[in-house]
């Protein structure tokens, strides 16, 4: 059992010695390469080709972050589920019916015992359909785990079921309007923080970046690990920091537009000046709702013992079982997390769309399944970070944008998209073979 | 031809209540009996090595007590009480722990996790204490193997002797009173064999039983004081490895055939 490490053995190029330092992820600095150039080249080639670049604007990116949002909370559960070596192609089709039902009960059932436009009708919407996805997810779960039908039958199932109760909720009829308070959770002007509120926001997602680097390095202190440099900290810390003032910035540069100022002044008794009102949009409240999902995530898979037990379980299920770990139960309550986090997408697409209808979601587990593989997420099981499906999602959502922004028709969308999915898994393939 | 008979000599632990008797235990896969009722017991600072040939029942009658099977029928005693072993959280609380030959390592994450797992040492809020359990891996690695100095690895990334010792300190970390070694030096080379063995001697004296599963019939007369030996599911007979030869061992296992020196089981050649 002697085993020296040969660390000293071969001189670190700076590179290396960089990455070791900072102890930054060399995937993530990958993926967001890949994002850079996809924003740049949509850019350029509507810069060049069709004589005007609208990507890099802060209207795109704005519509892009809230567009990403969906897919993203819905990525956060996928990493878990696919970590266990499980899948669920069924999600896009229980958002639907999940919609669906949210939106016969705030227009159809709610209002006739609450009246019109009362407050309660969007919380108690949002919670029953954060119960009904998870009551479903938790069905799947125990079909996968105590009956032991595999989890691609039963999410394939799921998948035709779900859609065909979703239209028959309600017979295939749209559902609108929703209830106004409901509908900001989909952003849209209203449904922002603003340019205040955005700079609160930044503010204190750095106070938190310093805080955490803090109490990490405090912590390694006390057992007495290794440290990063005083240097690295700071890099990080200036690295994290800029890139969040920088999307507050972003989001505060884009302004509403004429109409809605109109209607906004009209309403609240300002004259509006000749040169217009410049009023913010600041971060949407679906994308303030997806990056909150994704905090708690990664704080459920890195911080606590369900999240251990899920990676444990998908490195090598039989030795979780033999360590006590009861998988069945883990296996149900993950897809269960799966199903309320799709409750939280239906609510965030059809607030979007200020209606439920039953195609709502169609074709989203693939989007989704594709952000999570994109983001590191191994169908070997047992590796996965949910920043990476996140940004997985980002990256997969720019690439859609991208398109309809430069007039790709929906075909060749469609093989783009395609074509994406199986070269990020080939890369991930390549990847894990060159580090191990 | 006939020599003279040699008689099992006395039972050093008679009269003390083992530290663990399996009484009549069957499990049966789909109408094969694995485990045929069979009985064994263990008494503390006693190393009992089990032994068959692949398919014999003996890693299916150890993962019996380990809770990764649950029997069909029979019972467990643990110091003398009954103990209800369904599931390896159970055997856990009984401080029953095992090395598995497969190592049963979540190859995906460190030494520490590892080592913790399904135990882990919480916050005060409730969150993972991972800088807590790091720390107490490199205490108890640096006793088992002051080598091992890749913490931060996922444990697929380390060698199989590095992989072993997370393994086994696993096992007696939590104050193990039984432990099951299930082909504990399979994979290792000789230096590293050889400090499985001190470890098995050290932990006998320190009064933790041992139930050790081995093919290789020298590593068992070299670390057992007892060999039970299993035939299609059913006991053959035990012996005191003092009153038994390897060759008569062999006819045991082989043949079912219990040599004047053993106590014959229900599984043995009738004479």
């Keep these: 059992m002697s085993d020296q490490t040969n660390d000293s053995e071969y001189k670190e190029s700076a590179v290396v010695k960089f990455l070791r330092a900072t102890e930054v992820d060399t995937r993530m600095l990958g993926m967001i390469a890949a994002l850079v150039l996809i924003w740049v080249g949509f850019h350029l080639y509507g810069e060049f080709v069709l004589g005007r670049g609208s990507f890099l604007t802060p209207r795109n990116l704005w519509n892009l972050s809230v567009q990403t949002s969906s897919i993203a909370v819905m990525a956060t559960g996928m990493v878990l589920i696919i970590v266990t070596r499980h899948i669920d192609l069924s999600v896009g089709s229980l958002l639907g019916v999940t919609a669906m039902l949210m939106g016969v009960l705030q227009v159809w059932v709610l209002p006739q015992y609450l009246g019109l436009g009362h407050p309660m009708i969007w919380i108690i919407t949002v919670l029953a359909g954060i119960a009904f996805g998870a009551t479903i997810g938790a069905f799947h779960g125990f079909l996968i785990a105590y009956l032991g039908i595999p989890a691609f039958i039963v999410t394939l199932g799921g998948l035709l079921f779900w859609r065909g109760s979703a239209w028959w909720v309600a017979r295939g009829e749209t559902i609108q309007p929703v209830d106004t308070t409901f509908a900001l959770i989909g952003g849209g002007p209203y449904g922002t923080v603003g340019a205040l509120g955005s700079w609160i926001f930044g503010i204190v997602v750095c106070a938190a970046i310093v805080m955490a680097l803090v109490s990490g390095r405090k912590s390694r202190i006390r057992f007495g690990f290794p440290l990063r440099p005083m240097w690295a900290e700071y890099l990080i810390g200036g690295v994290g920091m800029a890139v969040t003032l920088g999307a507050v910035l972003l989001m505060n540069s884009y302004p509403w537009p004429k109409g809605i100022v109109r209607k906004y002044a009209a309403a609240n008794n300002i004259t509006v000046p000749d040169e217009g009102l410049f009023i913010s949009h600041g971060f949407a409240i679906p994308v303030l709702v997806a990056l909150t999902v994704g905090l708690a995530m990664t704080f459920l898979a890195t911080r606590t013992r369900f999240g251990r037990y899920v990676f444990a379980i998908g490195g090598n299920p039989e030795a979780a079982e033999l360590a006590g770990i009861n998988t069945k139960k883990m296996t149900l309550m993950i897809f269960a997390l799966m199903g309320a986090l799709t409750g939280i997408s239906a609510t965030i697409a059809s607030a979007r769309l200020n209606a439920a209808t039953n195609a709502l979601g169609s074709l989203d587990e693939l989007f989704v399944i594709a952000a999570a593989v994109i983001g590191g997420t191994s169908f070997a099981g047992g590796i996965g970070t949910i920043y990476g499906a996140i940004l997985g999602a980002l990256v997969m959502q720019s690439l859609q944008s991208g398109m309809v922004l430069v007039g790709f028709d929906a075909a060749i969308q469609q093989m783009v998209v395609g074509g994406v999915l199986v070269t990020a898994v080939y890369v991930d393939t390549l990847y894990r073979k060159s580090s191990v | ?271």
């Design chain 2, 1 to 271: 031809m006939a020599k003279k008979a040699k008689t099992p000599s006395a039972d050093p632990h008679a009269g003390k209540t083992p530290l663990v008797e399996m009484r009549d235990i069957s499990i049966a896969f789909g109408g094969i009996k694995a485990v045929d009722h069979a009985s064994c017991d263990l008494h503390a600072g006693e190393v009992v090595a089990l032994l068959g040939h692949n398919g014999a029942g003996k890693s299916t009658l150890i993962k019996i007590l380990s809770g990764a099977y649950t029997r069909d029928s029979g019972q467990i005693y643990v110091e003398g009480s009954e103990a209800t072993i369904t599931n390896p959280r159970q055997a856990k609380d009984y401080g029953i722990e095992t090395i598995y030959q497969t190592l049963a390592l979540a190859d995906n994450v460190d030494a520490a996790a590892n080592l913790y797992l399904g135990r882990e040492l919480l916050t005060p809020w409730r969150t993972l204490d991972d800088s807590a359990m790091e720390a107490e891996t490199r205490k108890v690695m640096g006793r088992l193997n002051p080598n091992f100095t890749r913490f931060k690895d996922p444990v697929k990334q380390l060698s199989g002797g590095q992989r072993q010792s997370v393994a086994i300190a696993r096992a007696i970390h939590f104050n193990a009173r039984i432990l099951i070694m299930d082909e504990p030096t399979a994979a290792l080379g000789p230096a590293e064999t050889k400090q499985v063995g001190e470890l098995t001697h050290q932990l006998k004296e320190e009064g933790i039983g041992i139930f050790l599963i081995s093919h290789d019939i020298e590593d068992v007369f070299d670390l057992a004081d007892r060999v039970v030996v299993m035939k299609n599911g059913a006991i053959v007979g035990s012996a005191q490895t003092g009153d038994v030869t390897k060759d008569e061992v062999l006819g045991m296992i082989i043949l079912g055939k219990c040599p004047p020196g053993a106590i014959p089981g229900p599984g043995a050649l009738a004479a």
